[in-house]
Structures are given as structure tokens and as C-alpha cells.
């Protein structure tokens, strides 16, 4: 396992920490080590756990199937999967959010994400700083959902 060991790669283990735990569960889709190290730190200061995948299938498998998921953080370095994969857990689960990391600051692509179901996208480099908020405020407010 590349990163850090707050990163688990079996969805198995993804199910059985979500019931005995309450903290923040997202899931990650990357191939981009420096990416993942980031997230993982700042899951660290937000107590969370993340499934990480490398396969935008394995990644739709994991969304359909563990439903206790707080978000998903996708790496458009996967070009169209990238895309695809935003596309099908907006069909799939409309309800999760999904921060969407680009390669790069342009607009359209940006434009892109949201239109098709993104929640919050950030250009590389991100910031451990940003990303950590953006996590803390989707839990947040997916919890005030709840309650309410």
C-alpha cells in the first residue's frame, strides 16, 4: 500500500469500520501518491477514514455498496472516467457528495464537474488546509441532514 495507513483498500473492511465507527468515510479515487498522502492528512484531523481505489469501476462498486459513505473525492487525472464516474454517482446516489480534485485551474473543466454533479472542486496543487475544511464542512452538513 502506497501513503499513509489511514487509506484502506478492501471494501470488506470499508463496511465493517463504518458501523463501528462514527467518523467521516469518503472515498478516494486516485493514482496520484502525493494526492493520496493529502487526503490521508487531513482525514487525520478530521478523525476520518478513506477507501482508496485506483479503478473508477471498483470506486461505483464501492458507492453502491456501502451506503454509509460521507463523500467521494475524485481525481480527474483519470481523464474521461473521471467524468463518467461523477456522471453515474449523481444517477446512482445524488445524495453524496463529491469534491473533485483537476489537474489543472481551467474553467471549463471546473464548469465541467459541476454540471455534472459536483460538489466542490479544487485545481492541483490543493491545499492540506482547504481540502481538510472542505471534508469537515460536507460531514457537517451531511449530519444537520440527518438530524433534520
Known sequence: MRGNSQLMRSANSLGRK??????????????????????????????????????????LET????????????????????????????????????IVITRDDQKHVEALAYANGATICFAKPVLRSELTRAICGLCKSKLEQAVA
Open 63 to 98: 458507492i453502491c455498496d456501502v451506503q454509509d459513505l460521507d463523500a467521494a473525492i475524485i481525481d480527474f487525472e483519470h481523464g474521461p472516467h473521471g467524468m463518467t464516474l461523477l456522471g453515474a454517482i449523481n444517477t446512482v446516489r445524488e445524495d453524496l457528495p463529491v
Open 18 to 59: 463504518c458501523r463501528s465507527m462514527k467518523t467521516p468515510l469518503m472515498l478516494l479515487l486516485t493514482s496520484d501518491c502525493q494526492l493520496e498522502d493529502l487526503v490521508a492528512d487531513a482525514l487525520s484531523q478530521v478523525g476520518g477514514v478513506s477507501h482508496l481505489t485506483c479503478d473508477a469501476g471498483d470506486a
